[in-house]
C-alpha cells in the first residue's frame, strides 16, 4: 500500500501531465513520461507512447466541443494517469526519483501544475457508513492548483476506441442495443467478448462501451487485468479492486486489506450509481467475480469483459465471439489505415497481404501503417521471402509471437501436450479421432481436450467438429515448441494417425465405392451419407496425412495414398486428387517401384481426360503402357488401354477407340481382373450403341454389370447400368430404361459421384418427357444442368440443353426450345464436340 506522500507524487504527476498536453512542452513530456512508465522495455515504451498520444488527441477533441467536456475530460485524464503512475511506485518503488524528476521538469515548464493539495475529510453515518472507513471517516485529496475546477459528476478511464474499426461483428451500435435489450433490474448487465489474440477484443469492447458511456453518469472505468500480457503475471482481484477504490475516492488507508471486505466496500459504493466498468484482458472467471457490482433499484451496473478465454462460469447477458476478420474486411482495415482509395484499394496484392497477416487485426494494422509509403506488391513479396510472413517485420513478429506464447504458457500441462499434438498434425485440420491417434489417447477424451482449447481461443472450430489452428500461429508454435517433443516420438505418433485414417478410409471406401447397397453403418459411420460427409470435411486433412504417409516411407503409405486419391477423384475433387497422384508418383519413382509408378501415372491420365486435356491424356497413358508393360503388370496395361479408348472415344475416334478398349479386355481377362473386363465391356457398349447396334450393346453393358458386382466396384457398376438404360430407352421400353437410370443415379449419389449423378439426371428427365411426365422431367433436367455446371462439364450441359430443347418442343414453346438448342451448339463447339 502506497504511503499518502507517494499518492500526492502520482496525483500531481497525473495531474501536470494532462496539463502539459495543451503546451509547447508536450514532446519532451511526453517522452519522459513514456520512458518511466516503460521501465526500460522499448515496445513498453512505444506503446506509452501511442497511449499518450491518444489521450492527447481525446482530449484536443474535447476542448474543441466545449468548456464542459474538456473540464470533464481533464479530470478523467488526470485520475487515469494517477493510477498508472501510483501502480508503478506500487510495483518498482525505485522508479520513485525518476517520478520526482517529471515533477521538476513539470514545475519548471508548468508551475501551476505542482501548486499544493487540498484535503477533504468526509464523515458518515448510518447506511452511508457501508462506504466509508475508519471508524466512518473517508479521506479524499485533492492535488494541483487549489482554485482550479473539481472534477466534473462522471468519473471516467475509458480509453476511445480506434478511430478505424472494422469486423465481422455487428456495429457498435447494434451492439449496444442488443446489450441493452439483457438488462434486468437488480442485476449488473455483463457483456463478454472472447476470442484469438490480436483479433481486436478490445477495440471492440471499447467501441461498445463508448456506445454505452453516455447513460452510465457516474463512472465510466476501464481496467487492464493482464490476463495474457507477455511478461506480466494476471492481476489479482484484490489489486484491481484497490485501483477501482482509489479511483471512486477512497484513501488507501481507508481501503481493507482482504480481498472479500474490497469487494464489499466496491459493491456498496457502486449500489446506487450508475457505473460502466471495463474489464480488459482477463484470464478466468476467478479474476472478474469479485468486481462484479451489484445494483440497487435505483441504478444499474454493466460489465463489458474481454478475454481469449470463453469464461463460462460468467453469468453473461451478451456472448460476443470476436473472430478473425472475413477477407474482405481485413483488406478493408489494410485500405483505411493505409488511406488508399482508386485502383491502389482493391488490388489483388492486398487481399495476399491480408492472408498473410492472417486476417489478425494485430498484423493488418502496422502492415497497413506500412502500406502508406510501400506499394502492396514489394510488401508481399519481403513477407513471402520469410519463413513466417512477419518475420521481417521485427516489431508485428514479437508482437504476434508473444501473443500465442502467453497463451501458451497460460495453458495446463495437459492441454499443452494436447496442443502440441494439433501443432504437429500434417494436415490443415483434424477432428478427435485424429488427435486421440497421435496422442495415444481415446477420441472420448481428445474431444474434451479440444473442446477445453477452443474455449481457450487456441483452436478455430469447422463444421462436423474438425478443429484448425490459425495459420499464423501454427509458425510460431512449430518454431517455439520444436525442442520439447522428440522427433522420433513424433514420427510413431504419425504412424499410429496414418493408420487410423487408414483404416477410417477403407471403411469409407466400402461404404460408398461397393456394389452392394449396405444395410447398415460401418465403423464410425452410421451410413454411407455420414460417410461422405466425413470424407468431404476430411479432404484437406487425408491429403496432407496421406503425403506425410508417403514422405515418411511408411510401408502402406502408397496404398493409403492412393485409395484416397481414388476417393477424392470420384467425388470431383480433381485437383486435390491429382496433387496426391503426383505425390504417389515422385515416392514411387524414388523407391524403384514402376508398378505403383505406372498406375499413378495412369490416375493422372483420367485427372486430365475428365478436365478435357485429351493430348495430355494421351501422352499418360502411353507413358504408363511401356512403364506398366516392363514390368509385366497386365492389369494395369488393361487400365492404361481403357483410358486410350475413354480418351478416343470422347474425341469421335471410334475405331481407335474400340481397338483400344478391344485390347483392354483381353489384357483384364488375362489378369483375371473383373472390374477392368467391366470397364472395357462398358466403353466396347458404349460404341455399339452409337452405331446402332442396341443387341450388342446391350449383350455387353449386361455382362458389365455383372463382372462389377463380382469385383464389388459400385463406380463401374453405376456407368454400365446407365448404359443398359440408354440401350432401353431406345428400344421403347421406357419403364425398364427408367428402373436403370434410377438405379445407377442412386449408385453415383451413395459415391458422391456428382458427375455421374448429372448424367443419369439428364437420362432420367429425357427418360420421363418421353414418358408424358413432364413437370417431373424439368425437374431432373434443372438438377442435371446445375451439377454439370457445377462440375465444369460443357459436354454434359450441352446433353441437358439439347434434353431441355426436347421438352420445350413437348409443351409447345417454340422460344426456350431455340433457347436451348442455341445453348447445346454453342457448348459443343467449345467443347470440341461429343
Known amino acids: 500500500m502506497l504511503a499518502e506522500g507517494l499518492v500526492a507524487v502520482a496525483a500531481t504527476a497525473g495531474a501536470g501531465l494532462v496539463q502539459a498536453m495543451t503546451t509547447d512542452a508536450w514532446q519532451q513530456c511526453r517522452d519522459r513520461a513514456a520512458r518511466l512508465l516503460g521501465r526500460g522495455d522499448a515496445a513498453e515504451e512505444s506503446r506509452q507512447q501511442a497511449r499518450l498520444e491518444r489521450a492527447r488527441a481525446a482530449l484536443t477533441q474535447a476542448a474543441e466541443e466545449g468548456d464542459e467536456e474538456g473540464r470533464q475530460l481533464v479530470a478523467r485524464q488526470s485520475a487515469a494517469w494517477q493510477t498508472r503512475f501510483e501502480d508503478l511506485l506500487e510495483s518498482s518503488p525505485e522508479q520513485e526519483a525518476r517520478m520526482r524528476e517529471l515533477l521538476g521538469f513539470l514545475h519548471e515548464h508548468l508551475p501551476s501544475a505542482v501548486a499544493g493539495t487540498v484535503t477533504v475529510d468526509a464523515t458518515a453515518t448510518g447506511r452511508a457508513r457501508q462506504a466509508v472507513q475508519g471508524q466512518g471517516t473517508q479521506h479524499n485529496y485533492f492535488y494541483g492548483d487549489s482554485g482550479a475546477a473539481r472534477p466534473g459528476v462522471v468519473l471516467s478511464t475509458l480509453i476511445p476506441p480506434p478511430s478505424i474499426l472494422v469486423g465481422g461483428q455487428d456495429p457498435p451500435a447494434s451492439l449496444a442495443a442488443r446489450f441493452r435489450a439483457g438488462f434486468a433490474p437488480g442485476k449488473p448487465a455483463l457483456a463478454l467478448l472472447h476470442g484469438p489474440g490480436g483479433a481486436g477484443k478490445s477495440a471492440t469492447a471499447r467501441a461498445l462501451a463508448a456506445e454505452l458511456a453516455p447513460e452510465f453518469t457516474d463512472a465510466r472505468l476501464e481496467v487492464d487485468l493482464a490476463g495474457f500480457t507477455p511478461g506480466s503475471a494476471p492481476r489479482p482481484a484484490g489489486a484491481m479492486l484497490t485501483e477501482l477504490l482509489r479511483l471512486a475516492g477512497f484513501d488507501g488507508s481507508d481501503i481493507p486489506g482482504e480481498t472479500a471486505g474490497k469487494s464489499q466496500l466496491w459493491r456498496a459504493w457502486a449500489a446506487d450509481k450508475k457505473v460502466l466498468l471495463l474489464l480488459d484482458n482477463a484470464r478466468d472467471a476467478g479474476q472478474i467475480e469479485p468486481l462484479l457490482p451489484s445494483s440497487s433499484f435505483h441504478g444499474r451496473c454493466v460489465v463489458v469483459v474481454t478475454s481469449r478465454n470463453r469464461l463460462r462460469g460468467l453469468d453473461t447477458t451478451l456472448d460476443i465471439p470476436v473472430e478473425l476478420l472475413e477477407p474482405e474486411a481485413a483488406v478493408e482495415l489494410l485500405v483505411r489505415v493505409a488511406g ?8 489483388d496484392a492486398l487481399a495476399e497481404l491480408a492472408r498473410l497477416c492472417g486476417y489478425l487485426p494485430l498484423a493488418l494494422r502496422p502492415v497497413g501503417a506500412l502500406l502508406a509509403d510501400l506499394d502492396a506488391a514489394t510488401l508481399v513479396r519481403v513477407m513471402r521471402s520469410a519463413n513466417r510472413p512477419l518475420e521481417q517485420l521485427a516489431e508485428v513478429d514479437q508482437e504476434a509471437a508473444a501473443a500465442f506464447t502467453v497463451s501458451y504458457e497460460a495453458l495446463t500441462a495437459d492441454l499443452q501436450r494436447t496442443l502440441r499434438t ?119 486433412e487425408l491429403v496432407g496425412a496421406a503425403g506425410s504417409a508417403l514422405s515418411d516411407s511408411w510401408e502402406l503409405g502408397g496404398d493409403f495414398a492412393v485409395r484416397t486419391a481414388q476417393l477424392l477423384y470420384v467425388q470431383g475433387q480433381y485437383e486435390r486428387s491429382a496433387a496426391l497422384y503426383e505425390q504417389v508418383r515422385a515416392a514411387a519413382s524414388e523407391a524403384g517401384d514402376e508398378r505403383a509408378h505406372g498406375r499413378a501415372v495412369t490416375a493422372l491420365g483420367d485427372l486430365a481426360r475428365s478436365t478435357g486435356r485429351f493430348d495430355e491424356a494421351d501422352d499418360l497413358f502411353r507413358t504408363a503402357l511401356r512403364t506398366l508393360g516392363g514390368v509385366a503388370d497386365t492389369a494395369g496395361e488393361a487400365d492404361a488401354l481403357r483410358g486410350l479408348g475413354e480418351s478416343a472415344r470422347a474425341r469421335g475416334e471410334r475405331d481407335e477407340a474400340s481397338a483400344h478398349f478391344t485390347e483392354a479386355l483381353a489384357r483384364a481377362r488375362q489378369a483375371d481382373d473383373a472390374a477392368g473386363q467391366g470397364y472395357a465391356l462398358t466403353g466396347l457398349a458404349h460404341l455399339a450403341r452409337q452405331r446402332g447396334d442396341l443387341d450388342t450393346a446391350g449383350l455387353r453393358f449386361a455382362e458389365a454389370a455383372e463382372l462389377q458386382r463380382r469385383a464389388d466396384d459400385g463406380v463401374g457398376l453405376a456407368y454400365a447400368v446407365r448404359g443398359l438404360g440408354h440401350v432401353r430407352r431406345a428400344r421403347r421400353e421406357l419403364q425398364d430404361a427408367e428402373r436403370c437410370f434410377r438405379d445407377a443415379m442412386a449408385l453415383h449419389q451413395r459415391a458422391g459421384n456428382r458427375f455421374g449423378q448429372a448424367y443419369a439426371l439428364t437420362a432420367l428427365g429425357g427418360v420421363t418427357r418421353e414418358a408424358g411426365r413432364l413437370e417431373e422431367a424439368a425437374a431432373h433436367l434443372d438438377d442435371a444442368l446445375a451439377l454439370h455446371r457445377a462440375t465444369n462439364d460443357r459436354t454434359g450441359q450441352a446433353r441437358t440443353h439439347t434434353e431441355l430443347a426436347a421438352l420445350a418442343d413437348a409443351r409447345g414453346d417454340d422460344v426456350a426450345a431455340r433457347h436451348h438448342e442455341t445453348a447445346a451448339a454453342s457448348l459443343l463447339g467449345r467443347s470440341g464436340g461429343v
Open 422 to 540: 494439433c501443432v504437429w498434425h500434417p494436415g490443415p485440420d483434424f477432428d478427435a479421432g485424429s488427435i486421440g491417434a497421435l496422442a495415444g489417447i481415446p477420441a472420448e477424451l481428445a474431444t474434451v481436450q479440444l473442446v477445453r482449447l477452443l474455449q481457450r481461443s487456441m483452436l478455430t472450430a469447422l463444421p462436423h467438429r474438425r478443429y484448425v489452428f490459425h495459420d499464423l500461429f501454427l509458425s510460431y508454435a512449430r518454431q517455439q515448441l520444436a525442442t520439447l517433443d522428440q522427433q522420433d516420438a513424433m514420427r510413431m505418433s504419425r504412424r499410429d494417425l496414418y493408420r487410423h485414417l487408414a483404416r477410417v478410409v477403407a471403411t469409407v471406401h466400402t461404404l460408398l465405392s461397393a456394389a452392394a447397397d449396405p444395410t447398415a453403418g460401418t465403423g464410425p459411420f452410421d451410413n454411407p451419407e455420414h460417410a461422405r460427409h466425413w470424407l468431404e470435411a476430411a479432404a484437406g
Open 340 to 347: 488508399l482509395d482508386g485502383d491502389e484499394a482493391s488490388s
